[in-house]
T-cell receptor
Framework: AQTVTQSQPEMSVQEAETVTLSCTYD???????LFWYKQPPSRQMILVIR??????QNATENRFSVNFQKAAKSFSLKISDSQLGDTAMYFC????????????FGSGTKLNVKP | DTGVSQDPRHKITKRGQNVTFRCDPI?????LYWYRQTLGQGPEFLTY????????KSRLLSDRFSAERPKGSFSTLEIQRTEQGDSAMYLC????????????FGSGTQLSVL
């Protein structure tokens, strides 16, 4: 079974600074997708960034980038120039390419951006 | 694209009562998921539909839980004889193969069982 672990329950960062959220996962599959989802206090989860395991290049979306280390099964999210609107729960998620049904989520990291 | 909508946003019920939640996915999305999220945890998979067919159910989904997706459009999740342990946020999400595995989530239904 796949597992996703987020070892940082809560983090804080000053506005305009950079923060990195950690995620590790366990799988026996070779082809899969990894995601970071954001859940603001309004509750609706939205996709932040997505990485395909067969791609060596780390994904980037504006201020958000990932550090994907396949051998170490590590997938961290870096948020640059943090903004107050980045305050939210962040969930790391895994989906195998062979199992088209399930997305597995970590327990989340609560990020507080301080003015 | 009006997004995934869920109804109701909040539901308070007494233990032993039945409750039903509704999810309206994005219209062109043929894949629909139900997840459960408890406080301080990430979403846990409950069940998955492709069109009207329920293709997978989690062991978390006891026989008190039933989900349907008639005609492959909206979906309902019913919990019979609710228990206090059923208190959670129930999330619906939808996608289609063309979205590169991007899940679109609704705002969820918060269930409180007293």
């Amino acid at each position: 079974a796949q597992t996703v672990t987020q070892s940082q329950p809560e983090m804080s960062v000053q506005e305009a600074e950079t923060v990195t959220l950690s995620c590790t996962y366990d799988t026996s599959e070779s082809n899969y997708y990894l995601f970071w989802y954001k859940q603001p206090p309004s509750r609706q989860m939205i996709l932040v960034i997505r990485q395909e395991a067969y791609k060596q290049q780390n994904a980037t979306e504006n201020r958000f980038s990932v550090n994907f280390q396949k051998a170490a099964k590590s997938f961290s999210l870096k948020i640059s120039d943090s903004q107050l609107g980045d305050t939210a729960m962040y969930f790391c998620a895994f989906k195998g390419r062979d199992n088209f049904n399930k997305f597995y989520f970590g327990s989340g990291t609560k990020l507080n951006v301080k003015p | 694209d009006t997004g995934v909508s869920q109804d109701p946003r909040h539901k308070i019920t007494k233990r032993g009562q039945n409750v039903t939640f509704r999810c309206d996915p994005i219209s062109e999305h043929n894949r629909l998921y139900w997840y459960r999220q408890t406080l301080g945890q990430g979403p846990e998979f409950l069940t998955y539909f492709q069109n009207e067919a329920q293709l997978e159910k989690s062991r978390l989904l006891s026989d008190r839980f039933s989900a349907e997706r008639p005609k492959g459009s909206f979906s309902t999740l019913e919990i019979q004889r609710t228990e206090q342990g059923d208190s959670a946020m129930y999330l619906c999400a939808s996608k289609t193969a063309a979205t590169n595995e991007k899940l679109f989530f609704g705002s969820g239904t918060q269930l409180s069982v007293l």
